[in-house]
Nanobody, 126 residues
Framework: VQLQASGGGLVQTGGSLRLSCVAS???????VAWFRQAPGKRREFVAA????????YYTDVVKGRFTISRDNDKNTVTLQMNSLKTEDTAVYYC?????????????????????WGQGTQVTVSS
């Protein structure tokens, strides 16, 4: 399956962006996550929506600011990002995992994801 991420851009501190990830195949029963990678840093987990548990998970630094949601009928996962900070600047990647559950300990591991999108750049300026 191919994943197409979009919605990145340049925004000022405190602004909002909405990222979309559209899969060419089904996401039913699959977990889908967003990861990000800033220059010179390792890729890190941002948020995930589990395929079987109907739960969402977030890394602590985005809780209360980011919201992940899914539309299985449209094979789409979105990441609404509010109150953006300069430290949110990164390339954001969406990924699909066959692990439909397992909690954040499982779904935050990049190795659990088989399919990855190409990434979309998010830049937050001060």
């Amino acid at each position: 399956v191919q994943l197409q991420a979009s919605g990145g851009g340049l925004v000022q501190t405190g602004g909002s962006l909405r990222l979309s990830c559209v899969a060419s195949g089904t996401i039913v029963a699959y977990s889908v996550a967003w990861f990000r990678q800033a220059p010179g840093k390792r890729r890190e987990f941002v948020a995930a929506t589990s395929g079987r548990e109907r739960k969402s998970y977030y890394t602590d630094v985005v809780k209360g600011r980011f919201t992940i949601s899914r539309d299985n009928d449209k094979n789409t996962v979105t990441l609404q990002m509010n109150s953006l900070k300069t430290e949110d600047t990164a390339v954001y990647y969406c990924a699909r995992s066959p692990y439909g559950s397992g909690g954040i300990s499982t779904l935050s591991e990049s190795g659990k994801y088989d399919d990855w999108g190409q990434g979309t750049q998010v830049t937050v300026s001060s």
